[in-house]
């Protein structure tokens, strides 16, 4: 296992115990009010923050959660890409079919198409000889 898989496994572990221990934290607390978004206790208004142990650790926890999510996010771009199962298929396609043969170099001898007719006559030089009428009298 390289460096870089280990981190990644290692920053996912961190992430999956991060998020069950927030669970964990916020269920413990106890409500403060049934109000809603903006009701409050006296205290927080008059400047005294009455923040509990587990209030400051919530805050911290969730700082670290979103940290390790822009972290998580952030490492797929320094890793090694990985090859995908159509890639891994063009390799071994290309890996199986023969290497193409080079081109006949210029020094070695020309080679001729030959029909059945040029092969006894040894003086034609691949030219298809056909039997046409002349252009003039159509009747011929």
Same mark, same amino acid.
């Given at each position: 296992m390289?460096?870089?898989?280990?981190m990644s496994?290692?920053?996912?572990?961190? /992430?999956v /115990?991060?998020?069950?221990?927030?669970? !964990?934290v916020v269920?413990?607390q106890?409500?403060k009010?049934?109000?809603g978004? =903006?009701s409050?206790?006296g205290q @927080?208004l008059?400047?005294?923050?009455?923040? @509990? /142990?587990?209030t400051?650790f919530t805050?911290i926890?969730?700082? =670290? /959660?979103?940290?390790?999510c822009?972290?998580?996010a952030?490492?797929?771009?320094?890793q090694?890409?990985? %090859?995908?199962?159509?890639?891994?298929?063009?390799?071994?396609?290309?890996a199986a079919q023969?290497? !193409?043969?080079? $081109?006949a @170099?210029s !020094?070695?001898? @020309?080679?001729?198409?030959?029909?059945?007719?040029d092969?006894i006559?040894?003086?034609t030089t691949?030219?298809?000889?056909?039997n %046409?009428?002349?252009a003039?009298? $159509? %009747?011929?």
């Amino acid at each position: 296992m390289d460096q870089r898989s280990l981190m990644s496994l290692i920053v996912t572990i961190l /992430f999956v /115990f991060t998020a069950l221990l927030l669970i !964990a934290v916020v269920l413990v607390q106890q409500p403060k009010t049934a109000g809603g978004l =903006f009701s409050g206790t006296g205290q @927080s208004l008059l400047g005294t923050s009455g923040k @509990s /142990f587990w209030t400051k650790f919530t805050t911290i926890l969730a700082a =670290f /959660f979103m940290a390790l999510c822009l972290l998580m996010a952030a490492l797929p771009k320094y890793q090694a890409p990985k %090859s995908s199962v159509a890639d891994i298929i063009d390799k071994q396609q290309q890996a199986a079919q023969p290497p !193409a043969q080079a $081109p006949a @170099s210029s !020094a070695g001898p @020309s080679v001729h198409s030959q029909t059945a007719g040029d092969a006894i006559n040894p003086n034609t030089t691949g030219v298809k000889k056909t039997n %046409s009428v002349p252009a003039g009298d $159509p %009747s011929k």
